[in-house]
């Protein structure tokens, strides 16, 4: 992400299945009938230690697990953004830090366009008859752009509306953050798997769009499109107007995660998984290597090619040990699980008691202000985190019994 502290993705309704009773979660992303890939294809799996008892459908625990990760270091992130003292943030361990908080969104975008694509190729058909699913999956996609820009609105707005809002306010309003960026990958993905038939074709459209908007991303971020488009548009394209997360490059991980769930597919039909899986692994290994050793293609590492590689292998490589750690590990339920599977009230919950105006008026982030040390800041993430753990299994028995008849 462009500063470690971009807002995360969010989850869909779907059922789930645990011990062999369905319930309903809240987990992200959607499918075509809101169900994810993960929860629909581990139906009535049993869990245990050895691998041979599991059915290879549970290795698909390994984007929750992947996702889990990704939320845990988001709250890490938000809490030393927002609290962390100016005097440390240039030191080697912060830098590090940081490094490594840059690999949440990428984690994040990766998942949602591998789980969109999983779930939704599953109702393709239903999908292209134009009918209530694509409705229901078309709904979806609108509220999670509404809530993006429900996230910007600030509360002291609703009064000044009489007076006006400034400039500057509207273009924090406007701002893309990873909410839009996943919306509209989101509705691209849906579009192209109704209109594209053959999936070899299909899958040649999504690499194609990767190549595109890696490459041609130097390229777009030199650009003001101010003049020629609407700000809330060109907001969309790169950082001028303050955007965190502008299609150029950052769909392109959402359609990396989408071309991989095309290939893992087609490799689970065959048999193939495992090797699959080592060989993406590898593909990882190659991808690290090349953005590390080529040269950089653009001023702006946020644009850069080479960054855009280096990231993309290190998810290949979190999700080849997420999946390993899957093979040995696949539990009916799990805190970790909770979170993943309840990401929406895990985005909103933390954000809004870091950011939210709940203390007469203000928000902690501007009480404390950036001012603590790095001992507070850890402490604060734990418990946060914890928060968030226990939160989330309690959002979902609420969920669960909100979907009782």
Not at 86 to 100: D, E, G, T, V
Not at 121 to 142: A, H
Not at 353 to 381: H, M
Request: hydrophobic residues 50%; positive net charge; aromatic residues 12%.
């Amino acid at each position: 992400m462009a500063d470690g502290a971009g807002h995360l993705p969010v989850g869909e309704p779907g059922p789930e299945r645990y011990g062999g009773r369905a319930r309903r979660v809240f987990h992200f992303p959607p499918g075509a009938n809101g169900e994810s890939a993960p929860s629909s294809i581990q139906r009535d799996c049993r869990d245990g230690p050895k691998i041979q008892v599991m059915k290879p459908a549970s290795r698909l625990l390994f984007l929750d697990w992947l996702r889990a990760w990704a939320l845990l270091v988001m709250i890490e992130t938000h809490v030393f953004n927002a609290f962390l003292a100016n005097s440390l943030r240039q030191s080697a361990w912060f830098q590090s830090l940081n490094f490594i908080n840059g690999l949440v969104a990428p984690s994040f975008l990766f998942v949602s366009g591998f789980v969109f694509l999983v779930a939704a190729q599953k109702r393709v058909d239903e999908l292209r008859s134009f009918g209530k699913p694509l409705r229901k999956q078309l709904g979806r996609i609108g509220m999670v752009w509404i809530i993006g820009y429900a996230m910007h609105l600030p509360s002291y707005w609703i009064p000044r509306l009489a007076a006006g809002i400034s400039a500057e306010e509207w273009l924090r309003f406007y701002r893309v953050d990873v909410l839009h960026c996943i919306a509209l990958t989101w509705l691209f993905l849906l579009m192209s798997l109704i209109a594209i038939r053959s999936e070899r074709l299909r899958q040649a459209w999504l690499a194609i769009w990767i190549v595109a908007l890696t490459g041609l991303a130097p390229l777009i971020y030199s650009v003001e499109f101010r003049p020629f488009l609407p700000t809330p548009l060109a907001g969309y394209l790169n950082d001028r107007t303050q955007s965190l997360f502008p299609i150029f490059p950052w769909s392109a991980f959402m359609l990396a995660g989408a071309l991989c769930a095309a290939w893992f597919l087609a490799a689970r039909r065959a048999g193939q998984e495992r090797r699959f899986m080592l060989g993406l692994a590898g593909v990882g290994v190659v991808m690290i290597l090349a953005g590390k050793l080529l040269p950089a293609a653009s001023a702006s590492w946020k644009a850069d090619p080479m960054t855009f590689l280096l990231r993309l292998g290190i998810v290949l490589l979190l999700l080849g040990a997420c999946w390993l750690y899957g093979l040995v590990r696949a539990p009916n339920r799990s805190l970790l699980l909770d979170v993943s599977r309840e990401s929406l009230f895990v985005y909103v919950a933390h954000l809004m008691l870091i950011y939210g105006p709940f203390f007469a008026g203000a928000s902690l982030s501007y009480l404390v202000g950036k001012t603590r040390g790095p001992l507070e800041c850890s402490l604060g993430s734990i418990a946060l985190a914890a928060m968030m753990l226990w939160g989330a299994r309690g959002w979902g028995a609420i969920q669960r019994r909100r979907s009782l008849p």
